[in-house]
């Protein structure tokens, strides 16, 4: 059975760094398609940042600059890198994997997700 | 940015009703469009993608149509377990976009 286990959500105050990861089970970071995908308290989902099979990567507007994806084929862990966080980046992050079974940039299988809360 | 618009925001209904949900595009996406479904304080789950595909395991009570611009799914004899919040998503072009979700609450 295929697991994706978020960790490394905290506190943190804004213009402060975190660092989420995204431990795989039964699901090759390297050869599958991967997202982070937020959700505020009480709203939507939300896309923050993809990185395909072959390295490519691409990112949400509202998080361009700040935050990058990147993962680590050797511990089969996503990487979510978080800088100059701000108040409204609070949310459940989740990641999400897309097997390339259900088509393009779908995703079949979502973590628990992992709690980052900014705030002064 | 393909903007997805979701009606209604919610809707009351009983078990065994027939329920449609709509998600609109702002652009043309072809059928680059799926759908999930998430239960309070849970992971969202995939349930049909590419329009009208469902995932494995998702009861047939559950179906989509639609292309272009406009797309639907529906429910048919809505069972207890149905009750959640449901979110389109179109895979057309990045940024990905979600629809602002759907819930259906008990009546």
């Known amino acids: 059975e295929v697991q994706l286990v978020e960790s490394g959500g905290d506190l943190v105050r804004p213009g402060g760094s975190l660092r989420l990861s995204c431990a795989a089970s039964r699901f090759a970071v390297d050869s599958n398609y991967m997202s982070w995908v937020r959700q505020a308290p009480g709203k939507g989902l939300e896309w923050v940042s993809v990185?395909?099979?072959?390295?490519?990567?691409d990112y949400a507007h509202s998080v361009k600059g700040r935050f990058t994806i990147s993962r680590d084929p050797s511990r089969n862990t996503l990487f979510l890198q978080m800088n100059s966080l701000e108040i409204g980046d609070t949310a459940v992050y989740y990641c999400?994997?897309?097997?390339?079974?259900?088509?393009?940039?779908?995703?079949?299988?979502w973590g628990q997700g992992t709690l980052v809360t900014v705030s002064s | 940015d393909i903007q997805m618009t979701q009606s209604p925001s919610s809707l009351s209904a009983s078990v065994g009703d027939k329920v449609t949900i709509t998600c609109r595009a702002s652009?043309?996406?072809?059928?680059?469009l799926n759908w999930y479904q998430q239960k309070s304080g849970e992971a969202p789950k995939l349930l049909i993608s590419a329009v009208s595909s469902l995932h494995s395991g998702v009861p047939p009570t559950f179906s989509g149509s639609g292309s272009g611009t406009v797309f639907t799914l529906t429910i048919d004899s809505l069972q207890p377990a149905d009750f959640a919040t449901y979110y389109c998503?179109?895979?057309?072009?990045?940024?990905?976009?979600f629809g602002g979700g759907t819930k259906v609450e008990v009546k």
């Open positions: 998503q179109q895979s057309h072009s990045v940024p990905l976009t």
């Open positions: 999400a994997g897309g097997s390339g079974d259900c088509g393009t940039d779908c995703y079949d299988y």
């Open positions: 990185i395909y099979s072959g390295g490519s990567t």
């Open positions: 652009h043309n996406i072809d059928t680059y």
